[in-house]
DNA sequence: CCTCCCGTTTGAACCGGTTTAGTATCTCCC
DNA sequence: GGGAGATACTAAACCGGTTCAAACGGGAGG
């Protein structure tokens, strides 16, 4: 029989085991199976337990027992709390938290550079990979521990879950709309597509090189479709501008509408940069779509309320987040990937082109 | 010496001791104190677990010894994916994973329900509650556990710090401005008060027993300059719709509105509620602000951007979060209350009362 | 009266580490 | 040559529980 109930004055199972004279396992078991005990006895333990000030079972000790946390991870792109600024991230951290919610799973953002100091010491039984990064120190300390984890929106990984859209076919459907209304001069609005800060008309060799899958992938729509229409490629300037956000998107839109012949219609590869093309277009006195047509990708919430509302390519991003975390907890040896479907939204901003 | 380096397979620490014949506390200390081995060992440690496959430490364990986590707790009053459909609980948000990003730790959403499933048995050292309630099972959860925690924009809990605003200066100031503008008509669309699905217009018991300090105190703000202008609070409507949301600013709007005589400005109790009212106003052909002006309060970042630009009241939401968790993490003796300022922003939403 | 069975309760192993208080060896210095 | 200090490493306690096989006791059945 344990004789330390209390070492250091703090109230342990044992301090309660010992105030009862029963074992430290028929403590534990008040807690977590109290069927195995006689009512009288439980409820004398729990009693004494709360004389004591006993909070119950310590988590931390009782995790390493049983091996498991109760908790998913997230691993984000770029630092944890650019998420919050980017309104479709938000809505996928929302589809992942309803899951969470719904099986008592407590949600951690596993913040901490790209070194990965805290991806190898958070407390988590799976990690959400919300990233495009090949290898990225915080994946890699998590292929090391090896949790299971599922990837989104990013390259498929062996031994790994997926979840993604087919951004090449958005794309495509996207430029599809603009080409079908008659356009015959596009411009794209790309996000930074290398890492290297640098800003202008990327070339052919610059798209390829591009570190993100997605932004590969629409890259490639676009072309697809201008090809397809038996147009030129290469006369397509694609405009790249850092870093990401809505001014880049202004500034990315305002260099194609200066050039001469300007463009009548503008891809932006996401909402974000879609609604500064639209301030750019206002700046510059042009109506949208009446002198130049614009079409987002993600349909975020804001792409609605627009002035002009935007046409965009929608993608169900709380969806995402929910796949991604129910793969976790409900692994599928036959389907691990998921492909989520994409849909072009049709609205105000974009029509024919002008007259010339 | 210990003889069961690998028990049921798993690689452990005791595997790699075993396995170069030194004991625990060496490899042990080649991870978490490399300086106390010669070089030549710790190589040896290092090379030999690299070899077997071992990741490090279990974080699990390693936590369960030092009784500390790195991981800060997060408790939102609503289920947690509420959060992020809510701008201001977003940036907030965002303020605290700065703070978690800049300290290498992880920030643990708890969602669950009130009963505190999840707050019971959450990996956290510490725990920040975004939340007004005064006693839910997830903070009863979290005080029982004996847990440091700060509440945010809620009541004042002994042994916890506190994060908030100003709210009846707050909301005072908006009333005075749209006072000092000439307006003796005024309307409150104001946040479900009681958590009981009512709709209707809330009179002054009501009003008093607002279940959120936050609503409670920005009723008295207003009250306070309605009255300070020898004005009749009991005058002014208080318009409540459920559930909390755009919508319901919309419905509250229209309700006033259709009053005869009409207010000629409408006091929001929330930005969304107030983008809710400009809907109203529209959907009613009055043009805001020549007939009727709107004032709201957070100053989100959609208020800027809204037709027209909505005057508000600016809180720093980002900067309570920062606040809440550098409490946590630098707990002062002398200042556990932070109250952070709150301005008037004027933008294009208010203006003078239209002539009779 | 003996057995068997069942509901309770317990001892002991285990989860995977960290840490403290040493011990052994080596170096330095007079 | 002997003692003081460093240096490098280890044994054992500890963190706070869970779990499983076994023990116990009492009632039912034969």
Redesign the pocket.
């Known amino acids: ?2 004789t ?1 109930g209390r ?2 004055g ?6 309660v ?1 010992d105030a009862l ?9 008040a ?3 109290p ?8 409820d004398r333990v729990l009693g004494t337990a709360r004389e004591l000030g ?5 988590p ?8 498991r946390v109760n908790a998913l991870g997230l691993i984000y792109e770029d630092p944890m709390s650019f998420a919050f600024s980017d309104p479709a991230a938000v809505l996928f951290l929302q589809g992942v938290s309803e899951v969470c919610e719904d099986e008592d799973l407590a949600l951690v953002l596993i913040s901490g550079g790209p070194a990965g100091a805290v991806a190898r010491v958070a407390l988590v039984d799976a990690v959400i990979c919300y990233c495009d990064v090949p290898i990225d120190g915080r994946l890699a300390a998590i292929v090391d521990r090896g949790l299971p984890f599922v990837v989104v929106d990013g390259p498929r990984l062996p031994n790994a879950g997926h979840v993604g859209i087919d951004d090449r076919r958005g794309a495509a459907s996207a430029a599809r709309h603009l080409l079908d209304l008659g356009h015959t001069r596009l411009g794209v609005i790309a996000m930074p597509l290398v890492d290297d800060g640098w800003e202008g008309t990327a070339d052919r060799d610059r798209q390829d090189r591009a570190r993100y899958r997605a932004s590969r992938e629409r890259l490639i729509g676009y072309r697809e479709a201008v090809e397809a229409a038996a147009q030129d490629w290469s006369a397509v300037a694609v405009e790249e501008r850092v870093p990401y956000g809505r001014d880049a998107g202004r500034r990315a839109a305002a260099a194609l509408l200066a050039r001469d012949p300007a463009p009548t219609a503008l891809l932006a590869m996401s909402d974000e940069l879609a609604l500064g093309a639209l301030a750019a277009a206002a700046d510059a006195g042009l109506s949208v779509p009446g002198d130049v047509s614009v079409v987002g990708f993600d349909d975020v919430p804001g792409a609605a309320d627009a002035h002009p509302a935007l046409t965009t390519v929608r993608q169900p991003h709380r969806e995402k987040g929910r796949r991604a975390a129910e793969l976790l907890l409900r692994p599928t040896a036959t389907a691990d990937e998921h492909r989520l479907p994409v849909e072009l939204v049709v609205r105000a901003s974009s029509g024919p082109p002008p007259h010339r």
């Open positions: 029989m344990e330390d070492r250091g703090r109230v342990t199972l044992a301090t085991a004279g029963v074992s430290r396992a028929t403590v534990s078991n807690y977590n199976h069927e195995r005990l006689s009512a009288a006895l439980r006993y909070a119950g079972p310590h931390l000790a009782a995790t390493l027992s049983r091996g």
